[in-house]
């Protein structure tokens, strides 16, 4: 029996939820066609994978069962696109390099883009963007990107970073705060203190080293879901403090921005690649990278891990 890769692709995105007119969305196709690819899938096969009662859909305990072997098909096809797509940059001189929103404004990001693109300027680099630095080096990992700029330290023993810059961190604060009326803030001062925070899944905060050392004073992580571009609006909102990660960070006016006087753990934007053969065009980046950090490194040493 030879079943069709993309019917079987497109029987998962159905499966998966549950309307084929949303499945048809995604996929960019009629739905009608869709809806008659499944049906051609279900004679061919022989058994029913659908239940459909009106608008209403669901997988039947053999739609289930084949589902489950077709979502390995679909994942492993999946991988098969992402290295082709690989393998196709390395040729054709291309770069895809996902950052986090966040790093827009960071000089060390822009120094890097803008050395590099003097010294190689016939690689073509398509920048895309993710809200989350887990996102970020999801894609590399995956092969969708080449490299990833994001927010450091990094712990993930499939990837390598360097450092691209190091970041101050600082806590902005209501004017009415009674914190506001200190010139600097020490550890101390964070004990049942309420910050507002943002992390993709709020389970995971106290596993987080970028935020671990906020736990260890004793603050309370307030999460914000909708993302680092809105962190300053919820503190506002709220009346709570709120981390400061860059110097572009602008607070909202009644509030004002405090600098620890505690030395902190490092924080800093890092350049992300995965642990794979990669083109001439992108080791180049990567050694660009690490001389930038060797330059910036008061003792010359190397930032690269």
């Keep these: 029996m ?3 890769l993309v ?5 998962v995105a159905v499966a998966e939820h549950l ?6 969305t995604l996929l960019g196709i009629d739905q009608p066609w869709l809806s008659r690819q499944i049906m051609q899938l279900e004679d061919q096969l022989g058994i029913v994978l659908f239940e459909r009662s009106g608008a209403r859909i669901a997988l039947t305990p053999e739609g289930q069962e084949f589902y489950e072997v077709a979502r390995e098909v679909e994942m492993a096809a999946q991988r098969v696109r992402d290295k082709a797509m690989e393998m196709t940059r390395r040729i054709r001189s291309e770069m895809t390099i996902c950052v986090a929103y966040a790093t827009f404004s960071l000089k060390g990001r822009h120094r890097l883009l803008e050395r590099f693109a003097k010294i190689r300027p016939d690689v073509n680099i398509e920048i895309s963007a993710s809200e989350w630095t887990d996102e970020v080096v999801a894609k590399v990992k995956s092969g969708e990107a080449d490299f990833g700029i994001a927010f450091g330290p990094l712990d993930d023993q499939n990837v390598e970073t360097c450092e691209l810059e190091a ?4 806590m902005a604060v209501p004017k009415e705060h009674p914190l506001a009326a200190k010139s600097s803030l020490h550890l101390s001062d964070l004990k049942d203190l309420p910050v507002a925070i943002t992390i993709k899944d709020p ?6 080293p970028r ?4 736990f260890n004073a004793g603050a309370e992580p307030v ?3 909708e993302g680092r571009r809105y962190v300053l609006d919820v ?5 709570i403090c709120v981390m400061c990660y860059t110097a572009a960070d602008q607070v909202p006016e009644d509030f004002i921005k405090l600098p620890f006087a505690d030395p902190l753990p490092p924080f800093m934007l890092i350049l992300v690649r995965s642990k794979r053969i990669m083109s001439p065009s992108a080791e180049r980046l990567w050694r660009l990278a690490d001389e930038m950090a060797k330059e910036a490194s008061p003792k010359g040493g190397p930032k690269a891990k």
């Design 19 to 24: 309307s084929f007119t949303h499945a048809a």
């Design 7 to 11: 019917r079987i692709q497109r029987f």
């Design 211 to 214: 935020y671990s050392w906020l």
């Design 2 to 4: 030879n079943l069709s």
């Design 223 to 225: 999460h914000v879901p």
């Design 235 to 239: 503190a506002q909102q709220r009346r």
């Design 203 to 208: 389970k995971m905060i106290r596993l987080a």
């Design 167 to 170: 970041l101050e961190l600082a």
